[in-house]
């Protein structure tokens, strides 16, 4: 009887902690928000908000807050990786699940799984050993834009390399949940592989690989160091690919922490993280709403 | 050859050349990283703290950046583990179904917050409890960014546990918490190890979270509330000095950082196939 009591006892405290637990770590979303949000609060009621993002004047020993070239300078980084990575990606991941053997396979994936591994200064350093000379030396002056390197071009490349592992992950995942008598009945029909690939795979799944591109990016959205090391950080709106930006992230990595002192520049820096941080909110849902449809169908 | 073979063969040139581009490149990165940095390496690099004029081309080392690293990242995996454990034991076995997918869902999105972001709310944080920079705060907000990671991993294979495994060890009559602890994790221990790892790696590897709130210094923390160096840094605070010949000991740092993580998932591959001898297939 003793025993068993004990027993329950166990069970009654185990559960109770453990749902503590799980409802207190689901809630750090959303206190992160809040949290931010309060910070934000100052400046907010300074200046409104399409004011602050769509200003291009930054001083803040003036008070000025302009976000416009830094929320600028983020989206054309993850532009130019975008469109660096998502072309080589859907046709490494089609390769993977399509046509690559099993072999070919089991040697590529951890390859794969190992670059999502490395850490993002790592990915700066490259950028700067390699790819910054490359773009200085060899690139612009292909166009004729003198640059030092450290620019758009470069920021955006060293991107896209640090999103390859993600986005081919998760758009392997997307082909893969295409049931497997759709494609023996299109090759059935004398379609050639690409043609099944095409017609069977692509179009009809079109709304997973863009969620999935999607998820790719709202985590390349946010990456900091990587980018920060080789995009050169010069508050400006950036006219060519050639010219250095300022991202976001760099921008709360440079100068949080030494502005302590200038309390509305504090907060604006905090309402540049807490506009990272609803923006990658937004797209994670929608592309977890869309994902998890798709694979709802197929189950 | 008609135009479908033709396309055929276009698209299937294309798809083996991106391939070998990816690879290439993860090739490239590793092989210049190393070969550039591995030269570099010295003993004293390993074994001693940064001396006097060490960011002017003096001597020392980055033991103060490689133990502040591994005082981070295992203090943070230790912490996210008691955590990330009982939460994805709770998602197998007592959550209902509505709730377990807003915890995955929630967890999902933590997963995708940036790392700065992090940074700049622990550091927020932080401040409000009258903290400074120490190693205490970098393991907290590390902690906070693994949670996510190790949690959904954990509970990923879990999840693949035969529910046949659960429902006979209540025919035995075991307690919900029991059937988990001794049926479950036991099924699903090499792929418990595998997400402790690979949170491990994340969280040794990542410099924008702990930049405001681990802090840096030339010394070795004594206490929780010492600043912490971190190799991350190390790398990125060298290469931002002025002289080559110290930028090159960044580096070196990012030899020692690399070989780390590598091991990690070498070992996580090694344990995982000598762990699996245990699981019920």
């Known amino acids: 009887m003793n025993l068993k009591l004990t027993r329950k006892l166990k069970e009654v405290i185990a559960s109770r902690l453990m749902l503590l637990i799980t409802a207190l770590s689901s809630m750090l979303i959303f206190v992160m928000i809040l949290g931010l949000f309060l910070k934000a609060r100052l400046i907010l009621a ?65 390859l794969i799984d190992l670059l999502a591994g490395i850490p993002s200064v790592v990915y700066g350093l490259w950028g700067i050993l390699v790819v910054v000379p490359l773009v200085k ?7 004729g834009y003198p640059t030092s390197g450290y ?9 896209a390399i640090m ?112 506009l990272l941080l609803l923006i990658v909110l937004v797209f994670s849902v929608g592309a977890r709403i869309v994902l998890l449809r798709i694979e709802r169908r197929v189950v | ?52 004029g060490y960011y002017l081309g003096k001597g020392g080392g980055i033991l103060n950046a490689i133990i502040g690293s591994l005082y981070l990242a295992f203090g943070a995996t230790f912490l996210s583990f008691i955590i990330a454990f009982p939460i994805a034991l709770y998602l197998q076995e007592y959550a209902r179904n509505r709730f377990a997918s807003f915890v995955r869902l929630s967890l999902d999105i933590l997963w995708g917050v940036p790392s700065i972001v992090y940074g700049a709310f622990g550091f927020t944080i932080m401040l409000y409890l009258g903290l400074r920079a120490c190693l205490l705060g970098g393991i907290i907000v590390l902690t906070l960014l693994m949670l996510p990671i190790m949690t959904r991993a954990m509970d990923e294979v879990m999840r693949m546990v035969p529910h046949e495994l659960r429902e006979t060890s209540y025919a035995v009559g075991s307690t919900r918490l029991e059937a988990l602890l001794r049926v479950v994790s036991r099924q699903a221990l090499p792929g418990i190890l595998t997400a402790v790892l690979l949170a491990f790696g994340r969280g040794i590897g990542d410099a924008a979270s702990i930049l405001f709130t681990a802090g840096y210094t030339d010394h070795i923390p004594h206490s929780l509330f010492d600043p912490a160096a971190s190799l991350p840094l190390a790398v990125f605070f060298l290469l931002g ?3 080559p010949e110290v930028q090159e000991r960044a580096y070196a740092a990012a030899v020692i950082l690399l070989v780390i993580i590598l091991s990690t998932s070498v070992i996580s591959r090694l344990l995982t196939t000598k762990w699996t001898k245990f699981v019920i297939k």
């Open chain 1, 137 to 143: 030396d060899h690139i612009a002056p292909l166009f």
């Open chain 1, 163 to 274: 999103v390859f592992p993600v986005l081919i992950s998760v758009s392997e995942e997307v082909f893969r949940a295409v049931p497997h008598e759709v494609r023996e009945i299109s090759l059935a029909l004398g379609a050639t592989r690409w043609q099944t690939v095409k017609h069977a795979q692509m179009v009809p799944r079109i709304k997973g690989i863009i969620a999935a591109i999607v998820l790719g990016f709202s985590r390349a959205f946010g990456e900091t160091m990587a980018v920060m090391m080789v995009v050169g950080n010069v508050a400006q709106v950036p006219s060519s690919v050639f010219q250095p930006a300022y991202p976001l992230p760099a921008l709360i990595a440079n100068n949080y922490g030494e502005m302590m002192s200038i309390p509305l520049y504090d907060a604006a820096l905090l309402l540049a993280a807490l």
């Open chain 2, 1 to 52: 050859m008609d135009r479908r073979q033709l396309e055929e063969a276009f698209f299937k040139g294309l798809m083996i050349a991106s391939t070998v581009i990816i690879v290439g490149i993860l090739f490239a990165i590793l092989a210049v990283v190393l070969l550039k940095g591995a030269p570099l390496l010295s003993l004293s690099m390993l074994t001693q703290t940064p001396k006097g």
């Open chain 2, 241 to 243: 000095t002025p002289l």
């Open chain 1, 151 to 159: 620019c758009l071009l470069t920021g955006g490349f060293v991107l």
């Open chain 1, 46 to 110: 300074t200046q409104s908000l399409p004011e602050l993002l769509l200003s291009t004047s930054w001083h803040p020993l003036r008070g000025e807050f302009g976000f416009y070239p830094f929320i600028l300078g983020t989206i054309w980084v993850t532009v130019l990786a975008m469109f660096f990575s998502i072309p080589s990606c859907l046709l490494t991941s089609i390769y993977l699940t399509e046509y690559a053997s099993a072999k070919i396979r089991a040697f590529i994936k951890p």
